[in-house]
């Protein structure tokens, strides 16, 4: 059975502190993964990755996938208030359809 | 643009009524999608559509119909309301196929008493 799982499930930090999540997947015929940023309600679009060891990046946010470990990560430098927030992680199979994963709960204090 | 829009934002329905979620969408997208999303559970698709008069069966369609029949709307049904459809549905469209972006309206929170 297709899955993806997010890891770690819930996260507290400071501000100015450096995130790692973590996203691993089990997908037949994988096509991509996408992360989202959900705060208090429709899910926001960070990346895309199709293709292993190329690191997208915007602003403090960047994101590489390891096609051959399958897994992905979001890395979020400098943290601050406004990053806290859920981040889902993605995996489109070769069809039109998205599997989700929980989502890592980022909380960011002051 | 208005984006993807839902309506209602909240609604509250007893064991056996029934209701109809609308998503519009002004952006031309092909694709639409109904989501549910409960705790601990992450989103789950439901029903989605590739294009105007089709629809197609996600990960978690039973209880509920949706009918494509214009391109900007997407309606989700639910005929005979359970306490297990409490959930928040969401709505994305996206320009061909799930791979590309999906833009998401702001939910729909539902309780069924």
């Known amino acids: 059975e297709d899955k993806v799982v997010q890891s770690p499930l819930s996260l507290v930090v400071h501000e100015g502190d450096t995130v790692t999540l973590n996203c691993s997947y089990e997908?037949?015929?994988?096509?991509?993964l996408l992360w989202y940023k959900q705060e208090k309600k429709a899910p926001t679009f960070l990346f895309m990755l199709?293709?292993?060891?190329i690191e997208k990046k915007s602003g403090r946010l960047s994101s590489i996938l390891d096609k051959k470990e399958l897994f992905s990560i979001l890395n979020i430098t400098a943290t601050q208030t406004g990053d806290s927030a859920v981040y889902l992680c993605?995996?489109?199979?070769?069809?039109?359809?998205?599997?989700f994963g929980t989502g890592t709960r980022l909380q960011v204090f002051p | 643009n208005a984006g993807v829009t839902q309506t209602p934002k909240f609604r509250v329905l007893k064991t056996g009524q029934s209701m109809t979620l609308l998503c519009a969408q002004d952006?031309?997208?092909?694709?639409m999608y109904w989501y549910r999303q409960d705790p601990g559970m992450g989103l789950r698709l439901i029903h989605y559509?590739?294009?105007?008069?089709?629809?197609a069966k996600g990960e978690v369609p039973d209880g509920y119909n949706v009918s494509r029949l214009k391109k900007q709307n997407f309606l989700l049904g639910l005929e005979s309301a359970a306490p297990s459809q409490t959930s928040v549905y969401f709505c994305?469209?996206?320009?061909?196929?799930?791979?590309?972006?999906?833009?998401f309206g702001p939910g729909t929170r539902l309780t069924v008493l």
């Open positions: 994305a469209s996206s320009v061909a196929g799930a791979g590309n972006e999906q833009f």
């Open positions: 997908v037949t015929n994988f096509r991509s």
């Open positions: 199709t293709s292993s060891g």
């Open positions: 993605a995996v489109r199979r070769n069809t039109d359809k998205l599997i």
């Open positions: 952006m031309n997208h092909e694709y």
């Open positions: 559509s590739v294009g105007e008069g089709t629809t």
